[in-house]
Nanobody, 117 residues
Framework: QVQLVESGGGLVQAGGSLRLSCAAS????????MGWYRQAPGKQRELVAT???????NYAGSVKGRFAISRDNAKNRVYLQMNSLKPEDTAVYYC???????????WGQGTQVTVSS
């Protein structure tokens, strides 16, 4: 199992930027998917961005061109750079990890991002 701890959330004005960080520890394998999901009040958790095997990225249409996911293998961290933030980006953001061959993911505890208009 992988343990994930997020940081970097906070309150920002619309148009601003934040960078989320996720520190991973435990059984970390190179063949994995790491990424970010978010959940707004009253809504289902949704995919934001994922990074497969450290190479292939996938973004939700609503964040494409504004958010960027990256990974630092030496530090076992994955980042989400969020630019041009909008009030609709307000949510709890969760770090996510699972092996490509597994259906059993690990989740972080979440970090709140609030974008004011």
């Amino acid at each position: 199992q992988v343990q994930l701890v997020e940081s970097g959330g906070g309150l920002v004005q619309a148009g601003g930027s934040l960078r989320l960080s996720c520190a991973a520890s435990g059984n970390i394998f190179s063949d994995n998917i790491m990424g970010w999901y978010r959940q707004a009040p009253g809504k289902q958790r949704e995919l934001v961005a994922t990074l497969t095997n450290g190479v292939w990225t996938n973004y939700a249409g609503s964040v494409k061109g504004r958010f960027a996911i990256s990974r630092d293998n030496a530090k076992n961290r994955v980042y989400l750079q969020m630019n041009s933030l909008k009030p609709e980006d307000t949510a709890v953001y969760y770090c996510y990890s699972r092996r490509v061959s597994s259906t059993n993911p690990s989740w972080g505890q979440g970090t709140q991002v609030t974008v004011s208009s």
